[in-house]
Every structure is written in C-alpha cells, then in structure tokens.
C-alpha cells in the first residue's frame, strides 16, 4: 500500500517538476523599448538583443503566439509578425508541433568568408582552400588560347545556356560524377555558388521549404535567407540525412526541395553509400520534390558511387563545379537538370548575369580536353594525402572523422568544450577553425565539434604548427 502511495506521490512530483521547467523555458517576457518602429520589429530587435546578451541561448522555447500576446497586451497577429520578422533574420525556427525555438545558430555568424582584412600572422584552420600553388598555368593555357583566329568571339554576348561546345565538354566533366546526360541538359554558370543562386531564384519562391542536413554549408544558409527560403532540418546519421526522417518531414511540413551533400559532405565528411542514396531519391520521387544535389568536395576523395540525382533524374539539379579540385578563379560550373528545369535555370543566369564568360569557360573546356584538369586533380589530392600524412600524429589522440584526402577534417571535442566555445578560444590564440554551430541549421541540438582544414595554411609546417597549438588547448 505505502509502495503505491509512494509511487503516485513520485509521479506527480514529477510531472509538476516538469512542468515547472517548462513554464520557465517559455516564460520570457521582452521588452519593447523602441517606439519608433512598429511593435512586430520591435518584438524582433528585443529577440535578437535578448539572444546577443545572453538572455535567451540558442535551442530555448519560446512562448506560444497567444501567451505572449497576452503577456504584452498586444494581438497575436503582431506577435506571429514580430516572430516571422526574427525568423526571416536567422534568429528563431518554428516547427510545426514542436513550437519556436531559438536558432542554433542564432549567435554565430554563419558566413565562412570574413570581410574584415586579413589578419597577420593568422594560421587558418577554417577556410579550406583549393592548393592554390598546384593551380593549371594560366600562362600557358592563355598563349594555347591566343592562337585561336576567333579569339574575339568570346568576348561577345552569348546564349545563357552557354556556349553549345561549352555544354559538350560539361557532358563530359560530368561524367567524373558518375552522372550521364546530354548537352541540351547541361548549363554554364558562373561557380557553384552561382549555380545555387540561381536554382534558388528559377525553380522556389519566397516562402517555400527546402529540406537539408541538419548541419550543412552555410553559403546555402545564408543564400536561403536572402531569398527568404527556409531551410529544414533533417536529422543525419554515419550515413548522411535519414530518409525517414525527410520523409516524415515531408508528410509533416510542405516541403518543395531538398538539398545535399551527398560525398565527402560538409561539415561532416560524410560519403553517402548507394543504398542510402536510393532511399532519398525514393522519397523524392514519392514527394515530387527538387533535388538540389551540390557535387563540391565529390572529387577529392576516390569516389565511384552515383550521385543521387541518377535515380531521380526528372526531379534534380546536379551541380558540378571545378573550383574545390581544379581551379576556383575563373568561376565557371556546370549545372545538369532535366530539360524543363533547364529552360527556367537559363532564366535565372540572365537574370543574374547575362551568362558565363565565354573566354573563361574556353579556357577551362580547354583544361579539361587536353587532360590539364584530370592531371590537377591527382595532383590536389596527392598534396591533401601528403598534408594528412604529414599531421597524423597530431591526429592521434584526437577524435576526427575524414578520409586521407579531404580537405577538411570533423572533430569531436571532449565534454567541457562547445563548438563556439573552441572558436573563440582558438581565434584568441590566432588561430581560425570553424565551429558547429556556423553550420547548423534552425533549431538542430548542435554537437560539440569543429571543423578543421588541412588545406587552408601555406605548407605544412604551418599547418602541424597550428595542429600541435589547438591540440594543446583542447587537451589542457
């Protein structure tokens, strides 16, 4: 008798416990001081205040839109506004059923290139740069190009597809992927960057959903924003993004697109195997979603498996760039996607630029056809094995996950470190390495580790001196 008295006096115990808890998460009350601006701004700029001084951090729920309305004697309509204006910043991710919780990110800045000059004597573990020095020679390739008669006519206007013998030669390069298509399902764009600019711009509106790795490249994070496309977070495993969980999502939310990383991914250097990659185009299928399916790192690791948009053809866009293994200056990408696809993206490079230059799209066909840039590539990749090699062990009592010749490593810091909280300590030690959090998508519980480049110092000496310097504040 005492036992079940003891066991129901437990049970509410703590369930009042717990909802006590719960109060307190959502019972934040901010401070409209500004009234000067409409009260939904205000609400935002009292978000992102609360959140930079530490107030509210990042995963914290949020009231409902009716509590808080409440709370502040205002309508819900301007509560809903207030939150819509803090999500579209970045701030806030609400999640149908779940509530709004601040971003993960909401505290750090999600861009991987720093406008600020760069900062001497700075080793850089962050940006994970292309080996410059193993470069084609834009000398000789440019004197080859010059004895061209027609040389003038790269100069002119051109179709926004692309040059017809510029999409031939991407047929080619394309097939490095794994992937087979014809010319006339083949664009030029100016980078890879580019190349999602402009599937953002052609194939989604303002408003739509696009599902992601719920730790992804965070130029896609913050292109999506500018366009005002939100980005879902789908949870990964040692396999990359689960297709369950995309599918529940889409069942859950109205989902228009999906995109991947599917080889050597980024943050996480996951390779996606062909199995899994099957299941997502599956769920594309069943969904009627565009893939968006960004190839970058596909070429520095020895990779022979199908990309994804293989098994869902009619619903992808493949982005090939050259700039990760061959040559990042010229800005050239090849972008593949069926043909109806293919008539909007043209739409989206004359909107943005007109189209590709054509010199710098012949100079780098020109690469490809006389074997300059298969040739790089082995290069690059021999010159990142040779850098893994040369920091293995500093490696060793580390936790990194990444083949020998990825640019980039994944580390798992030990318990007493946060992402963010290694960055500011490393940067403090002159040394730049990216954080979790710089990737993390809407309110995903980011894990405690970094990224780390092996490709962004200028040899690597400099490279197993920052190594050796981290090591010694991660471990300390």
Request: proline share 5%; net charge positive; with cysteine.
């Amino acid at each position: 008798m005492y036992a079940k008295i003891f066991t129901i006096v437990f049970i509410f115990l703590t369930l009042y416990v717990v909802n006590v808890i719960i109060v307190c998460m959502t019972k934040w009350k901010p401070e409209l001081t500004n009234e000067n601006v409409p009260k939904y701004k205000s609400l935002a700029d009292a978000i992102e205040r609360d959140i930079f001084s530490g107030k509210l951090r990042p995963g914290d729920k949020l009231p409902t839109h009716r509590d808080l309305a409440d709370d502040l004697k205002i309508n819900v309509s301007t509560i809903t506004r207030g939150y819509a204006e803090a999500e579209k910043r970045g701030l806030i991710s609400g999640t149908v059923g779940r509530g709004t919780y601040v971003a993960s990110d909401a505290a750090t800045y999600s861009s991987m290139v720093s406008f600020e000059p760069y900062a001497p004597g700075m080793i850089e573990l962050g940006l994970a740069n292309t080996l410059y020095d193993l470069d084609p020679d834009i000398n000789e390739g440019m004197k080859k190009l010059f004895r061209r008669k027609n040389i003038n006519n790269f100069l002119r206007y051109t179709d926004p597809n692309g040059l017809p013998e510029h999409r031939e030669v991407g047929v080619e390069w394309i097939k490095r992927y794994g992937l087979n298509v014809s010319p006339d399902e083949v664009l030029v764009c100016s980078g890879s960057q580019h190349a999602l600019t402009c599937s953002l711009i052609s194939l989604f509106r303002p408003g739509d959903k696009i599902a992601t790795d719920c730790l992804t490249y965070p130029g896609m994070k913050t292109l999506s924003a500018m366009f005002g496309i939100k980005l879902v977070p789908i949870a990964m495993d040692e396999h990359g993004m689960i297709p369950e969980a995309l599918d529940t999502a889409c069942r859950r939310d109205r989902i228009s697109g999906v995109y991947l990383i599917p080889s050597a991914q980024n943050p996480t250097t996951v390779c996606m195997p062909i199995a899994r990659r099957e299941k997502i185009a599956m769920v594309v299928r069943n969904h009627n979603l565009i893939i968006i399916e960004d190839d970058a790192y596909n070429l520095t690791v020895e990779n022979s498996t199908p990309p994804v948009a293989a098994f869902a053809k009619e619903n992808s866009v493949h982005i090939a760039g050259i700039s990760k293994m061959f040559v990042a200056g010229l800005r050239v990408a090849f972008i593949s996607a069926a043909k109806d696809k293919c008539e909007k993206l043209a739409h989206g490079i004359l909107n943005t630029v007109w189209m590709t230059p054509s010199l710098n799209a012949e100079l780098v066909c020109q690469w490809i056809k006389d074997g300059t840039a298969d040739k790089t590539i082995k290069l690059k990749r021999r010159a990142a094995h040779k850098r893994y090699n040369g920091v293995r062990d500093l490696l060793e009592d580390l936790d990194v996950k990444g083949s020998s010749t990825s640019f980039f490593l994944w580390l798992r810091l030990p318990e007493q470190w946060k992402g963010y909280m290694l960055e500011s300590r490393a940067r403090k030690a002159g040394i730049n390495i990216f954080c979790a959090e710089k990737f993390a998508v809407g309110d995903t519980a980011v894990p405690s580790m970094a990224r780390l480049s092996l490709s962004g110092t200028k040899n690597i000496d400099e490279l197993r001196y920052g190594l050796d310097l981290l090591r010694k504040i991660i471990l300390n």
